[in-house]
Structure formats: structure tokens, C-alpha cells
């Protein structure tokens, strides 16, 4: 079947520091992964993408590379902002249907 | 572009009252789905439609609980009665289907801001 496991949170950095959310799937055939991120408050927001092996998705200065070979797509940024706390959710999409991690709550103090 | 709207925006019932959330997918795609957000147990996926049909309502908590999607344009969950334990975040989504998946980009899911429901 498919299914996103996500590192639980919350995790708390401080400014500045390096960041790493850790996502691994399970999937059939050749799905398309995302970060999405929640601000309190609001709804979920794609950060970025991948549609196929070796890809890089980056946008805001986060990163993610698809590694089929690890079934994995870890979430890292390399110096975060106290504006970057939030909750971040890994999904995969297969086969017409998505499924999201459980998110991981960043706290990020100044 | 707008993107997918969502009403009420927040809510607060009785227990026992119906409760109708209302969303409006982005123009043009042809898949909708409903979530639900709660701190126990994260993001549950309801149900979902693909050009107005339902697909899989395999997510819907229970009887009470009932979605419907009258054209491309519009979609309601409906709760009656409504109880306490319902009391969450309802969020709507759409997307557009990837028709190559091997030219296209994977397909991107939208969500609206959400329904935030308290039933008292």
C-alpha cells in the first residue's frame, strides 16, 4: 500500500540553525512527493515537489530530494527563521490519491 | 486565481444541530476531497470526488456524516446531528488530473483555509 512516515515533532531550533524533517514512504509504482506547511491558523500550503527519482524540490530555501532508493524525502532547510515555524506535512500522490504524514511542529526561537 | 473557498470560515453549534460546510474547488480541476484536521489524530482524508462522483467514502466517520457535489463547482458536507467529538477542522481540497504522467508534472493538491467547527 501507500503511506508517509514523518519524524514526530515538536522540534524546537534556534535561529539560524539546520534543519531536517525527516520523511520516509512506502509506495506501489512511481508516486510524486511533497512538503506542504500549515501556519497557525490556515490551511495546508505546498512548499514543494517532486515528480520522480533524484529530483530536487526547493522553494523558500528548503529542500528535498526524492531518493528512491531510501523510499525517502527529508525536508531540510539551512538556516531557519523564527518566521519558519509552523507545522510541515510530507505527502505522496498515487494513483489519483494523496496521502499526508502527520506533520511535525517547528518552533524556531529567536 | 481564486483558490478553493471554503464557508463558513468558523462555526459554533449545539450538539444535535445540523451543520452544512460548503466549499467551491478551483476552476477547471476535476477531483475534490474533504479532510478533516484534529490534534488526536492528525489529517484524515473523508471522501473524495472525481467529476462530481463520489469515489471513496471510505473515510466518513459515520451515518451522520454525508457529502455531496452537485456540479464542478461546488460541494457540502453535511453533519446532522452534529456531536461534540466532531468538532475540528474541516478542510476542502482539489486538484487536476495528471494526463501523461510520464510529460506532466505529478499532480498538486489545493486546500482551502478551512471550516473550523466547535459543537458545544
Known amino acids: 500500500g501507500n503511506s508517509v512516515t514523518q519524524m514526530e515533532g515538536p522540534v524546537t531550533l534556534s535561529e539560524e540553525a539546520f534543519l531536517t524533517i525527516n520523511c520516509t514512504y512506502t509506495a506501489t509504482g512511481y508516486p510524486s512527493l511533497f512538503w506542504y506547511v500549515q501556519y497557525p491558523g490556515e490551511g495546508l500550503q505546498l512548499l514543494l515537489k517532486a515528480t520522480k527519482a533524484d529530483d530536487k524540490g526547493s522553494n523558500k530555501g528548503f529542500e528535498a530530494t526524492y531518493r528512491k532508493e531510501t523510499t525517502s524525502f527529508h525536508l531540510e532547510k539551512g538556516s531557519v527563521q523564527v518566521s519558519d515555524s509552523a507545522v510541515y506535512f510530507c505527502?505522496?500522490?498515487?494513483?489519483?490519491?494523496?496521502?499526508f504524514g502527520s506533520g511535525t511542529k517547528l518552533n524556531v526561537k529567536p | 486565481d481564486a483558490g478553493v473557498i471554503q464557508s463558513p470560515r468558523h462555526e459554533v453549534t449545539e450538539m444535535g444541530q445540523e451543520v452544512t460546510l460548503r466549499c467551491k474547488p478551483i476552476?477547471?480541476?476535476?477531483?475534490l476531497f474533504w479532510y478533516r484536521q484534529t490534534m488526536m489524530r492528525g489529517l484524515e482524508l473523508l471522501i473524495y470526488f472525481n467529476n462530481n462522483v463520489p469515489i471513496d467514502d471510505s473515510g466518513m466517520p459515520e451515518d451522520r456524516f454525508s457529502a455531496k457535489m452537485p456540479n464542478a463547482s461546488f460541494s457540502t458536507l453535511k453533519i446532522q446531528p452534529s456531536e461534540p467529538r466532531d468538532s475540528a477542522v474541516y478542510f476542502c481540497?482539489?486538484?487536476?488530473?495528471?494526463?501523461?504522467?510520464?510529460?506532466?508534472?505529478?499532480?498538486?493538491?489545493?486546500f482551502g483555509e478551512g471550516s473550523w467547527l466547535t459543537v458545544v
Open positions: 476552476s477547471g480541476h476535476d477531483y
Open positions: 481540497a482539489s486538484s487536476k488530473t495528471s494526463l501523461d504522467r510520464g510529460k506532466t508534472p505529478g499532480n498538486t493538491i489545493y
Open positions: 505527502a505522496l500522490y498515487n494513483f489519483n490519491k494523496f496521502y
